[in-house]
Nanobody
Framework: QVQLVESGGGAVQTGDSLRLSCTVS????????MGWFRQAPGMERQMLAA????????YNRDHTKGRFAIAKDDAKNTVYLQMNSLTPEDTAAYYC????????????????WGQGTQVTVSS
């Protein structure tokens, strides 16, 4: 059974940083495209970043604006999202996801999803 469990979310203030973690079981991160999406109430799920099997990074610059960085530790089967200079517009539920590739940009590129972790940024 595949499980993706996000952690590290919380309530922070504008300008703060957070690092989200996604602990994966039931599949090997070294064999999948791993991604991070977010979804605010009433909004579509937005792709933020993805990392390929070989470590290639992809970012949706419209949303990350150079402030986010994705990384993974295949030995720990864990994926991370470092988020800096947070603003209230970053308030959303953040989701970790895994896909068999090669697509990285769309919700339908991914087969497995975590339950999400909430990030709330106050001004």
């Amino acid at each position: 059974q595949v499980q993706l469990v996000e952690s590290g979310g919380g309530a922070v203030q504008t300008g703060d940083s957070l690092r989200l973690s996604c602990t994966v079981s039931g599949l090997a991160t070294k064999n999948y495209v791993m991604g991070w999406f977010r979804q605010a109430p009433g909004m579509e799920r937005q792709m933020l970043a993805a990392i390929t099997e070989r470590g290639g990074e992809n970012y949706n610059r419209d949303h990350t604006k150079g402030r986010f960085a994705i990384a993974k530790d295949d030995a720990k089967n864990t994926v991370y999202l470092q988020m800096n200079s947070l603003t209230p517009e970053d308030t959303a539920a953040y989701y970790c996801t895994a896909g068999s590739g090669p697509g990285v940009w769309h919700v339908n590129d991914y087969q497995y999803w975590g339950q999400g972790t909430q990030v709330t940024v106050s001004s």
